[in-house]
């Protein structure tokens, strides 16, 4: 069973802090996807990385790929309150399976 | 619409009814993805839809649990006898599926389901 360990759990902040979350497995991932959920919604997809050492960014988010694809971590410079949210990792085992989700890490940017 | 497209968006129910949750996915979109999320989890993989046909069902909990997508486009998810540990958002998710690697699924905003 592949699973994939997200942390911190929980984070509050001050507006204008960076931030680090990561998202960790024992296993391999064909391609690996971060998710921001608003309550009362869907998953709203962040981005994809497929290669591993891969880095991308998304203006003030940066996202990178471990070497061996088995973690990822989002890096927030900057924080904003709009950054508030649930950010969830996602793991694909490769073709068009399901995902693995992580628990989540509960970001709070306060103002 | 663009996006994913979930119905009813809330149902309650009584432990031992019958409910069905419909989703309508991307219009062109080949691959249909059913998640459960309980609350303070991360969504949990049901069944997949290539098609019309289930080509992988393993994460349904048990027999009380059936989905089913006729024409290739709109799925419905089907749950008999309910429990009260049944109560959960059910998200619906679709995807292009080109057979690359990306895997990229787009969500609808769930039926949030509660039994009583």
Redesign the interface.
Same mark, same amino acid.
């Given at each position: 069973t592949q699973l994939l360990e997200q942390s911190p759990q929980f984070l509050s902040i001050q507006e204008g802090e960076n931030l680090t979350v990561y998202c960790n497995s024992s296993s391999v991932f064909s391609s690996l996807q971060w998710y921001r959920q608003e309550p009362g919604e869907g998953p709203v997809l962040l981005v994809t990385v497929v290669t591993g050492g891969e880095v991308k960014k998304l203006k003030r988010l940066t996202f990178q790929f471990g070497d061996a694809r088995k973690d990822s971590s989002l890096h927030i410079t900057a924080a904003q309150p709009g950054d508030t949210g649930l950010y969830l990792c996602a793991g694909s085992g490769g073709g068009a399976d399901g995902l693995t989700f992580g628990k989540g890490t509960h970001l709070i940017i306060q103002p | 619409g663009a996006g994913?497209s979930q119905t009813p968006s809330n149902k309650v129910t009584e432990k031992g009814k019958y409910v069905e949750l419909r989703c309508d996915p991307i219009s062109g979109h080949t $691959?249909l993805?059913w998640?459960r999320q309980s609350l !303070? &989890? /991360? @969504? #949990? %993989? =049901?069944?997949?839809f &290539?098609g019309t046909g289930a080509?992988?069902d393993s !994460?349904l909990p048990n027999d009380r649990f059936f989905a089913v997508r006729p024409e290739g486009s709109v799925s419905t998810l089907k749950i008999q006898r309910t429990e009260r540990g049944d109560s959960a958002v059910y =998200?619906c $998710?679709s995807?292009l599926?080109r /057979?690359h690697?990306?895997? #990229? &699924? %787009? %969500? !609808? @905003? !769930?039926t949030r389901l509660t039994v009583l």
């Open positions: - | 994913v $691959a993805y998640y !303070g &989890q /991360g @969504p #949990e %993989f =049901l069944i997949y &290539q080509a992988d !994460g =998200l $998710a995807s599926n /057979g690697i990306y895997n #990229e &699924q %787009f %969500f !609808g @905003p !769930g």
